[in-house]
């Protein structure tokens, strides 16, 4: 029932990603809603899909915590206890990311050693893509707290991008240590004494160039970032048209460039990599953009499923107890 445009949209793209992956899908939220949006796929039955019942929807503007104790049959909410009880995998929500994190939270606990949770989401650079976290789940952070978030992310890298080795470079306002506030420099010494491959600190310039595989901040920082981003994807893509648009020369080059423009549209499309995983909650769980197209959300469940086939969860847990002796 989350998203923009629930429940279709997450219908289609739950429905398109059963047809392709060996796994069961229970779609959760308003039954005669669902069963609405599911005509347009006569064949769902035969696809090991199920519908499970949620009365409740937590909206957008309603404060997470508040909205949980009012609301205890919201869908995101069920869903989380579905995979508590293990009869689930994995979450995928497009909804509210605050009642995401709550609900995941409350439901599953945190990993050992994990004080925080972090969004870790994929962003593209000049190479292969790279990992930012936090992208908004913990908007207020001490240093430890980044230091984890490195270490979740390195896993991450390693796993989603098949990174050996991963550069993990801290967002602050300059290169040299002494450079940032008090938690950027108290961040960077404890990196710098982590078994982490830590590079310093990365500037926002750098961010996209593919110096870090990995860039570490607080979530009210990174979801800035995050969202300065897709505004400027959208303007400058709008820009790029007008001027295409313009006279009959450029028209001629856009239709000779067409299928540059197309890859690099792919290149910034945050549906290619379907959501952010949730890093630091002890369960999977995967969070989609509110305007997540159909093809989004599918691609949001294949990562799910790709991650529940794995030992991510373990890969984590080690990767904080060998940094559980850094002093703090």
Same mark, same amino acid.
């Given at each position: 029932m989350g998203g923009d445009h629930a429940?279709?949209?997450?219908?289609?793209?739950?429905?398109? !990603? %059963?047809?392709?992956?060996?796994?069961?899908?229970?779609?959760?939220?308003?039954?005669?809603?669902i069963e609405r949006a599911l005509r347009a796929h006569p064949d769902w039955?035969?696809?090991?899909?199920?519908?499970?019942?949620a009365p409740d929807v937590i909206a957008m503007a309603e404060a997470p915590v508040p909205a949980m104790r009012r609301k205890p049959r919201s869908s995101v909410r069920v869903a989380a206890d579905l995979v508590a009880k293990r009869? !689930? %995998?994995a979450l995928v929500s497009a909804g509210h990311t605050g009642a995401t994190v709550v609900s995941a939270h409350a439901a599953f606990g945190m990993v050992a050693g994990v004080d925080r949770p972090a969004l870790a989401t994929t962003i593209p650079t000049r190479g292969r893509p790279a990992v930012l976290l936090d992208a908004g789940a913990t908007v207020e952070c001490r240093p430890q707290h980044l230091l984890q978030f490195a270490v979740m992310g390195s896993v991450y890298?390693?796993? %989603?991008?098949g990174v050996d080795d991963p550069r993990v470079g801290l967002l602050s306002i300059g290169e040299e240590e002494s450079k940032g506030n008090e938690l950027t420099r108290e961040a960077h010494r404890l990196l710098k004494a982590s078994p982490l491959r830590f590079i310093g600190n990365v500037?926002?310039?750098e961010i996209y160039s593919g110096v870090a595989d990995v860039v570490v901040c607080d979530g009210f920082t990174g979801n800035i970032v995050l969202k300065t981003?897709?505004?400027?994807?959208?303007?400058?893509?709008?820009?790029?048209?007008?001027?295409?648009?313009?006279t009959f020369s450029s028209q001629?080059?856009?239709?000779?460039?067409?299928?540059?423009l197309r890859r690099f549209r792919r290149r910034l499309d945050y549906s290619e990599y379907g959501g952010a995983a949730l890093l630091g909650v002890a369960g999977l769980v995967i969070v989609g953009h509110g305007q997540s197209s159909a093809r989004a959300?599918?691609?949001?469940?294949?990562?799910?499923?790709?991650?529940?086939?794995?030992e991510f969860m373990a890969r984590v847990e080690q990767g904080i107890g060998a940094v559980a002796s850094v002093k703090h």
């Open positions: 429940p279709s949209v997450v219908v289609d793209g739950a429905v398109a !990603a %059963a047809r392709h992956l060996d796994a069961g899908i229970a779609l959760v939220g308003r039954t005669a809603e039955h035969t696809l090991g899909i199920e519908i499970v019942d009869e !689930a %995998a890298a390693r796993l %989603a991008h500037e926002g310039r981003s897709e505004g400027l994807v959208e303007t400058v893509e709008a820009l790029l048209g007008d001027e295409l648009r313009g001629v080059g856009y239709l000779l460039s067409k299928r540059a959300i599918r691609n949001a469940v294949a990562m799910a499923y790709r991650f529940a086939g794995g």
